[in-house]
């Protein structure tokens, strides 16, 4: 969650005693806002698109059904115990084995006095409720759902997926259910005016058209019409740079060619800025990317979309809460890059890279092409040969809204443990938005049964369903930018549940250091999916003892709603 720990950390702390939910009356109208406010800007769903990939075959849907599942159960787990923690008897007084404390590096469980007359809940006991109300068929369906077409942000498809959000949540009795609505300003494609490549020769005059994937685009980049040279800077990291100038080859006023990967596209294309490049194009190498029809994976004339905003938010009202079209002084965040930026696929990048002409590229460089058309440029194999590229998006002035859903905790209602989940994608978006959301729903679902009997959180459960995630987790940010010195005193811990499933072969954290012990905790208690009898942790151990000092990643290098 680094966008709210990083945005948390900068707040001063003062004492502040309002709360996150909305009056009664707010809510109601909120409600009828949601009706009326996303029709006035809505952009149609064919405005953006992004990668159709081949459908699921059922044994793999599944497996995946399993992992999401097991998933859930961890993160489960761990919203238990942080939000129950200090109501548990002492670890001393649990004596049958199914009602064994958690443990961590010592007993965590003390007697609470106010508890003592009331029924107490073990963690045996949490662990049996929490299997027994969650529903992995539900989350099957949610999840598809949310995935059987692209609902981009503002599209009339992803205002018909907020309201069954809202309605669910209302659904399930929680104490309070409300939306935040925000306006915005996002880029889209420009379908009247679409962007274009083109080899033309030194006079300007056109010599072919390169194709490019009409549905994708790099959100925020500037509008513009650039020519020049092109450079293969490999990732565009800082060390490739380097690399080429050790080879005599400069960036300055030409293209420059990447490959996606190892970084996110805002740092690709502010070094390439930096360098005095004019543009940039970035494209899915096979080597880093299956390619269909070989696996399962992108098809070779579709392009990766995504955003160059090195920040996150919206960058038109950078610090500030985008609320009921709040009027700032006219600015704009220093992140957003000054040269045009613009996908292609695999197959358009083969176009432009056998015409390359220049030194050889380093061995290392080469990715799953035939070796001989990696040249570094900038020149072109035939004289004269330059690159034009115009990158035409439109601006849109959109309304956006974050759903929330709260459970109050029973000794600290004003503390918050915060489930967050995005809401929109470009795409199907079944790994990226859809098993997030679908997870988030159910957990708001079980433990709204769990409170009804008898399990009593000692801090309150925040569900929150972000918007504009895809632009740079713009709903999460513009919410928190409303209630920075709040958070900063209340947040317990926040739980991404962003790209939650992606394989089904290694667990991956990224989490603030404070949790590894909590998360290794409870994943020695976790039944692997794939190996009967053994935890989930025993099982890493048994692959590879190495991989556990590994397996905990510092939380920052995440690009989902709040960071991961």
């Not at 849907?61 to 399993?66: D, G, I, N, R």
């Not at 056109?206 to 513009?224: F, K, N, Q, W």
């Amino acid at each position: 969650m680094e966008t709210v720990r990083a945005a948390l950390a900068a707040v001063s702390e003062r004492h502040t005693s309002y709360s996150i939910y909305r009056r009664q009356n707010e809510q109601e109208d909120q409600s009828d806002g949601m009706k009326d406010e996303s029709g006035e800007s809505a952009v149609t769903s064919e405005e953006v698109g992004l990668i159709v990939q081949r459908s699921q075959d059922r044994k793999k849907a599944l497996m995946y059904l399993v992992l999401v599942s097991l998933f859930l159960l961890i993160i489960a787990f761990i919203l238990g115990y942080v939000s129950s923690r200090g109501n548990c008897t002492s670890c001393a007084e649990v004596e049958e084995t199914n009602r064994e404390p958690l443990r961590g590096d010592g007993c965590d469980y003390w007697p609470n006095p106010d508890t003592s007359s009331e029924k107490v809940l073990y963690w045996g006991d949490l662990k049996a409720m929490l299997k027994n109300y969650l529903d992995g068929q539900e989350i099957a369906k949610i999840t598809r759902i949310m995935s059987n077409r692209s609902h981009p942000a503002g599209s009339p498809h992803l205002h018909e997926l907020t309201r069954m959000i809202h309605g669910k949540l209302k659904s399930f009795h929680l104490n309070h259910v409300w939306a935040d609505s925000h306006y915005v300003t996002l880029p889209f494609p420009n379908r009247s005016s679409p962007s274009y490549l083109r080899v033309t020769d030194e006079n300007g005059t056109r010599l072919e058209d390169i194709v490019l994937d009409a549905d994708a685009y790099l959100a925020y980049s500037p509008r513009d019409t650039v020519s020049g040279g092109l450079v293969y800077g490999h990732y565009g990291r800082a060390e490739d740079f380097a690399r080429l100038s050790e080879f005599g080859v400069s960036v300055k006023n030409n293209l420059v060619i990447l490959r996606v990967g190892k970084s996110s596209f805002g740092e690709k294309v502010a070094l390439a800025e930096q360098q005095g490049a004019i543009g940039v194009l970035i494209y899915p190498d096979p080597v880093d990317l299956p390619q269909y029809p070989r696996g399962l994976g992108l098809q070779s004339n579709t392009a990766i979309s995504g955003h160059v905003h090195r920040g996150t938010g919206d960058p038109f009202t950078p610090g500030f809460p985008s609320f009921n079209h709040t009027q700032f002084p006219p600015m704009n965040s220093s992140a957003l890059p000054q040269i045009v930026a613009q996908p292609i696929s695999v197959s358009a990048a083969n176009n432009l890279l056998r015409r390359l002409g220049g030194h050889d590229a380093p061995p290392e460089w080469r990715g799953r092409h035939p070796s001989n058309i990696y040249k570094l440029g900038p020149t072109f194999k035939r004289a004269g040969d330059r690159l034009q590229l115009a990158v035409t998006t439109r601006m849109v002035s959109t309304v956006i809204s974050n759903v929330f859903g709260s459970i109050e905790g029973f000794a600290e209602p004003d503390r918050y443990i915060i489930f967050g989940a995005q809401r929109d994608s470009w795409s199907e978006g079944a790994a990226k938005s859809g098993v997030g959301t679908a997870i988030l729903l159910e957990l708001a679902r079980a433990f709204s049964k769990m409170v009804e009997n008898g399990f009593k959180p000692r801090r309150s459960l925040l569900f929150a369903s972000w918007d504009a995630g895809e632009f740079g987790s713009v709903g999460a940010t513009e919410w928190l930018e409303g209630y920075l010195t709040m958070m900063h005193l209340k947040a317990v811990a926040y739980f991404s549940l962003d790209k939650a499933v992606l394989g089904d072969d290694r667990l991956h954290t990224e989490s603030s250091p404070l949790l590894h012990n909590l998360i290794e905790t409870v994943i020695k208690q976790v039944e692997s999916p794939k190996w009967n009898g053994q935890t989930i942790y025993s099982q890493i151990v048994a692959r590879n003892p190495d991989y556990v000092n590994n397996m905990y990643v510092p939380s920052g290098r995440g690009e989902g709603a709040c960071g991961g």
